[in-house]
C-alpha cells in the first residue's frame, strides 16, 4: 500500500532549527511532486512548500529564507529544514504525494508530524 510517514517534529525553543523527514513507499517516488502542508491551531491547512520532480521548488511567500525543502529520490525521501523558528510556525506538519495522470490526480497524505515552538 502507498503510506508517507513523517517524523522529526519536536518541541523546539524560538530562533531554533529542526528538519523534518518523510519516508515514502509504494510509489513511484520520482514521478510525484512532494510538498509539505501545515495546520495550526485553529487555522486551516496551509501549503508550505513543494519540490517537483526535476527538483525545482516554491514556497509560501512568508517562509522563504527560512524554511528549505529538498527531495532524495535514491532513498524515497522529502525533507523541510526549517531554521529560525519562532511560536506561529507551530502546527501539525504534512507530507504529501501528487501524481497528474490524464484527467486524474493522484494525492496521497501522510499521518502529520508535530512541531512546537516554545520557551
Known amino acids: 500500500q502507498v503510506q508517507l510517514v513523517e517524523s522529526g517534529g519536536d518541541l523546539v525553543q524560538p530562533g531554533g532549527s529542526l528538519r523534518l523527514s518523510c519516508a515514502a513507499s509504494g510509489i513511484i517516488f520520482s514521478a510525484y511532486a512532494m510538498s509539505w502542508y501545515r495546520q495550526a491551531p485553529g487555522k486551516q491547512r496551509e501549503l508550505v512548500a513543494i519540490?517537483?520532480?526535476?527538483?525545482?521548488?516554491n514556497y509560501a511567500n512568508s517562509l522563504k529564507g527560512r524554511f528549505a525543502i529538498s527531495r532524495d529520490n535514491a532513498k524515497n525521501t522529502v525533507y523541510l529544514q526549517m531554521t529560525s523558528l519562532k511560536p506561529e510556525d507551530t502546527a501539525v506538519y504534512y507530507c504529501?504525494?501528487?501524481?497528474?495522470?490524464?484527467?486524474?490526480?493522484?494525492?496521497?497524505w501522510g499521518q502529520g508530524t508535530q512541531v512546537t515552538v516554545s520557551p
Open positions: 504529501t504525494g501528487r501524481m497528474r495522470q490524464g484527467r486524474n490526480d493522484y494525492d496521497y
Open positions: 519540490i517537483i520532480i526535476d527538483f525545482r521548488t
